[in-house]
Every structure is written in C-alpha cells, then in structure tokens.
C-alpha cells in the first residue's frame, strides 16, 4: 500500500513537471533539444509510475497482467516504429533529435492519458480492465 502510495505522488508531482515545461524560453536549437529531452523523461518517468501501479493493481489477476505487459510491449514497439517514421523527413539533419523526441513525448502523454484513465475508472465500468 505504501509503494502505491508512494507512486500516486511521484505520478501527480512529475504529471505538474510536464506540464510546466514547454521549451518557450529555449533560444538555440541545443536548448530546444535538451529541453524536449527533458520533457520526454519526464513523460517517460510518469509512464513507468502509472505502469506499475497498474500492474500492481492487477496482481491478483495474472491474465490481466499478462495482457498489460504484452499491450505495453506492443506500444513501444509502436511508438518507436512511429517515432523514426516521423522524423524520417530530417534524418541526419541537426532538427532530427528535437522532431523525435517530441513524438516519443507526445505519445508518451497519450499512453499516459490511457493509463490515467484505467487508474480512474470504477468498479462495474465494463469498458475498464482495471477497476479499483
């Protein structure tokens, strides 16, 4: 109970983070990069927090459990895939770590929206795997 406790907070906190950091002051295209970089650890960060406390709520239910890992396995492989197409257009060029890690953000968010609304749902929601 403590570590999902624990993951609650760590989720909200880095969720205010992200939120906050939006590169607007970023004047070269190292301070864009390093920025976006940030951003998407940030992101990420979230992603494994809200992952876990997934996982650990589906514990008692090893096919969930086992449907989540495989979900998420996919998803990587997805947005990874996706990632380098986007920013195939600047491959080599000095744009193309900026253009990529703003997809991995982006999606990043989205997969965190999916999981903030799985971590939300209720009990006799037929459309959530994950009711508290």
């Not at 406390?53 to 492989?77: G, H, P, S, T």
């Amino acid at each position: 109970m403590r570590l999902l406790f624990l993951i609650s907070v760590i989720s909200a906190a880095l969720t205010q983070t992200v939120s906050a950091n939006d590169c607007s002051d970023a004047s070269s295209q190292k301070e864009m990069t390093d920025c976006a970089k940030q951003t998407y650890v940030m992101s990420d960060a979230r992603l494994n927090a809200n992952y876990a406390q997934l996982k650990q709520r589906l514990a008692d239910d090893v096919e969930a459990e086992q449907q989540l890992v495989a979900a998420q396995r996919a998803w990587i492989a997805y947005r990874d895939a996706e990632c380098a197409f986007s920013a195939s257009g600047v491959t080599g060029g000095s744009i193309f770590s900026f253009v990529h890690t703003q997809c991995l953000n982006r999606l990043t968010q989205d997969r965190n929206a999916d999981f903030d609304r799985y971590l939300k749902c209720q009990e006799g929601d037929l459309s959530c795997p994950a009711p508290k």
